[in-house]
Nanobody, 124 residues
Framework: QVQLVESGGGLVQAGGSLRLSCAASGRTFSRYDMAWFRQAPGKEREFVAAVTWSGSSTYYLDSVRGRFTISRDNGKNTVYLQMNSLKPEDTAVYYC?????????????????WGQGTQVTVSS
């Protein structure tokens, strides 16, 4: 079992930056591919970024590529999402998720563990 706890959300002006962290419990964190999803009010949960277990491959939603960076530190059991040049449309609850290798990263159905979410609000 893996338990995930997100932190780092908050209120920021458009153009600003935030770094989200997701701390995982358990000794098997390095076996899991990790991802960030987000959900805005009235919308479906949306893939944002994913990183493979080794950190060697990353995947991004087109609208965040070049602005967001996902990374992980297996020694600290933590995955990060660095968010730069934030826009009001990035406002959402951001969730951390883990999957045990399916080779498919974009659907929330592929993930078996989820955090409780952290709110990100970008003001214009």
């Amino acid at each position: 079992q893996v338990q995930l706890v997100e932190s780092g959300g908050g209120l920021v002006q458009a153009g600003g930056s935030l770094r989200l962290s997701c701390a995982a419990s358990g000794r098997t964190f390095s076996r899991y591919d990790m991802a960030w999803f987000r959900q805005a009010p009235g919308k479906e949960r949306e893939f944002v970024a994913a990183v493979t277990w080794s950190g060697s491959s990353t995947y991004y939603l087109d609208s965040v590529r070049g602005r967001f960076t996902i990374s992980r530190d297996n020694g600290k059991n933590t995955v990060y999402l660095q968010m730069n040049s934030l826009k009001p449309e990035d406002t959402a609850v951001y969730y951390c998720a883990a999957q045990y290798y399916t080779g498919s990263y974009y659907s929330p159905d592929q993930y078996i563990y989820w955090g409780q979410g952290t709110q990100v609000t970008v003001s214009s």
